[in-house]
């Protein structure tokens, strides 16, 4: 059944779609960080495909506000300036008020043991390379529980841009960061929109607020100084 499922998901998708994915997937992972450098030749040698493909899948990615084209230079991965962090994150705060308030009233027993274990499973994960992926599909399932199908797919173009700036800044919410969860889940058990949409905006707020912190913390950082050589 899973190879069945797995061939009708490629059979659905074009294969620029499948390397648009695949340089979505390096940039959630951190093998692609803002500001790196897209080879084509390498990409169609890596996923083997034709390089035509790869053009195409970059103009998509391009439109979606995940990489750049500089003249004469190629394509990079986008840097997410300050102001449009901003801007994201507010978008995202929105969202997912708007998702706490719509999933509180159906939301099901059975799918709050879910997020209760996705929960569990977060509080249990050791390091970034394993928390940060369930972190995105914790808030994603949670956005797909409303059955809002245009409210998700705004919600995740947010995101993906979103994981530009995320993974580098991620790691500074720890406990705090569970504790949020725990509010949401509590939230949601009382079946009141307006308190679940609270706890959801509250959480992205303070997310933006770590990230912020973390940034600052970052540039205020000593740089490396380039040795010279001495003369004679």
Known sequence: MEIFDRFQLLRSQTLPDLVEEEVLRMIKSGELAAG???????????LKVSRSIVREAMR????????????NRGMFVREVLPKEAEELYQLRAGLDEMAGRLLAP???????????????????????????????AFHDRLVEMTGNTTLLGFYRQI???????????????????????????????TGDPIASGEAMRAHVDHGFERMRQSRAEIETMPQPTRKTRGRG
């Open 36 to 46: 790196s450098r897209l080879n084509e030749l390498e990409l169609s040698e890596r």
């Open 60 to 71: 998509s990615l391009e439109q979606a506000h995940l990489v750049r084209q500089e003249k």
């Open 106 to 136: 159906h939301i099901t027993a059975a799918e709050l043991d879910e997020l209760e274990s996705f929960i569990r499973r977060l509080e249990g994960a050791n390091g970034i390379d394993e928390t940060f992926p369930l972190n995105i």
């Open 159 to 189: 995101i993906n841009r979103m994981h530009l700036l995320r993974r580098r800044s991620f790691s500074a919410g720890g406990s705090a960061s569970h504790a949020e969860h725990r509010a949401i889940l509590a939230a949601l058990r």
